[in-house]
């Protein structure tokens, strides 16, 4: 997109909204104001170059990519923020009428690292992109990160999280979601990690919000934030989930579990999918994802998901050319549209019932926004006699880990007055 094209947009959108309150009139003078200032900054706002020297910081376990890929190590940056291998259990008691024995979970869920009080930092898919956004961020020597999501996006609470440990300030620019008991646990959970909260009515006024406060934070501070795209999906985040595929591949090799015919994971803003449906091809895995979507049609659907494809693959090819030219089609593609329901955040009556069988099985808590459509679809393709003694592997992206003795939704009123709507409606 042209420099300040999404501003004259924004003006054209604002348009039509007819006369602006005091609050848009002050949106707009920031904007005019600064707006020549950010002209050259816009590049680099969008740049995921490497840098000359990345910064690396290592737990205890390398990412496996870099073992296969070792030229990666030397361009791409990482910082260790999650306990990884994750492991994985059998499941295969969640559906009595499955047609297969042979099913599992990887629990995504519990790789947020242990703190002295005793629990874990909120783990979740996020955390997997965040190792490769945040190094990235603190090889610039970046001091804010900035995100986008929804009221409860997790990706957004991942980022505040993890930007709170590597010493970063988060500033989530967010938009109005279905409310829901992880919405006020999210919100209240981002405040708690120091982030900055703000909400737009929508998705045209959250990008000019957005834009207002990346160039607010110039004014003020005297340099950008670091911009991490909604749901960490970009090339740069994607090698998390590329990463996560040869994690698999290692387990496989190690007997922790047989190779998979199938994956079950949520298709939101499809960078979960992206990464490992080129991870897996590149580690020689004939494993096929079922990607469920659980975000409006034109945000996720076949069509948009190829590019991406490319795009991730090229950027990898860009920084190790040993790396495989993979190619992808539609035929490469499965996404169970079914399970959406009415909206994102909207939970489906097949949702809940999947959040209550895990529960009451394994204990696991799932959400009705990802997690619960994602195993709904798993629990009805499992009674089908396509999926005959295959090899199923639901990888659960959610971290429903009680964090009640940290946060209170009593305390709700020390966040932004927008905010409060969440708590004093009905559930």
């Known amino acids: 997109m042209a420099k300040l094209q999404l501003f004259i947009l924004s003006l054209l959108l604002c348009d039509a909204r007819g006369a602006m309150s005091t609050n848009e009139k002050f949106l707009f003078s920031q904007v005019e104001s600064l707006a020549p200032k950010a002209q050259s900054s816009m590049d680099t706002f969008k740049d995921r ?9 290592f737990g205890a376990q390398q990412p496996p990519l870099f073992s296969y890929y070792p030229e990666l190590k030397q361009k791409v940056s990482f910082v260790s923020l999650g306990d990884f291998f994750t492991p994985i259990e059998k499941i295969d008691q969640l559906c009595p009428e499955s047609q297969t024995p042979y099913v599992y979970m990887k629990r995504d869920d519990i790789n947020g690292p242990l ?20 190094g990235d961020a603190l090889a610039r020597h970046a001091t804010a990160v900035m995100t986008f999501g929804c009221a409860g996006s997790n990706h957004a609470l991942a980022t505040a999280a993890y930007a709170n440990l590597v010493g970063l300030q988060a500033i989530s620019i967010l938009r109005p979601q279905a409310n829901s008991p992880i919405v006020r646990r999210n919100l209240l959970l981002q405040h708690y990690y120091g982030a900055q909260l703000h909400e737009y009515p929508n998705q045209e006024w959250r990008c000019l919000g957005g834009f207002c406060a990346f160039l607010r934070h110039k004014q003020i501070y005297g340099e950008y ?49 992206v990464g490992l449906m080129i991870g897996l091809k590149a580690a020689g895995l004939k494993t096929h994802v079922v990607a469920v979507r659980v975000d409006d049609y034109e945000d996720a659907n076949e069509q948009s998901l190829l590019p991406l494809l490319r795009d991730a693959t090229a950027y990898v090819r860009s920084l190790d050319s040993s790396f495989p030219d993979l190619k992808f089609g539609l035929e490469d593609i499965t996404i169970a549209h079914d399970f959406f329901g009415q909206g994102y955040g909207i939970a489906t009556p097949q949702a809940r019932q999947a959040i209550s069988v895990m529960h009451e099985n394994y204990g696991i808590a799932l959400d009705g926004t990802y997690s619960g459509k994602t195993v709904a679809a798993l629990l009805y393709d499992l009674q089908k006699p396509a999926i005959k003694n295959k090899i199923v592997l639901y990888w659960n992206t959610f971290c429903g880990l009680d964090y009640s003795s940290i946060v209170s939704e009593s305390t709700y009123k020390q966040l932004p007055h927008c905010f409060y709507k969440y708590f004093e409606a009905d559930l």
């Open 115 to 134: 703190q002295a009080n005793g629990l874990r930092v909120v783990g979740g898919n996020k955390v997997r992109k965040l190792e490769f956004l945040l």
């Open 49 to 57: 170059s490497p840098v000359p020297m990345p910064y690396q910081k």
């Open 225 to 273: 934030p670091y911009f991490i795209p909604t749901g960490g999906t970009c090339p740069l985040g994607e090698l998390g989930f590329i990463n996560a595929a040869f994690e698999l591949k290692e387990q496989i090799e190690q007997g922790v579990m047989p190779e998979p015919d199938y994956i079950y994971i949520p298709l939101g803003s499809m960078g979960t999918t």
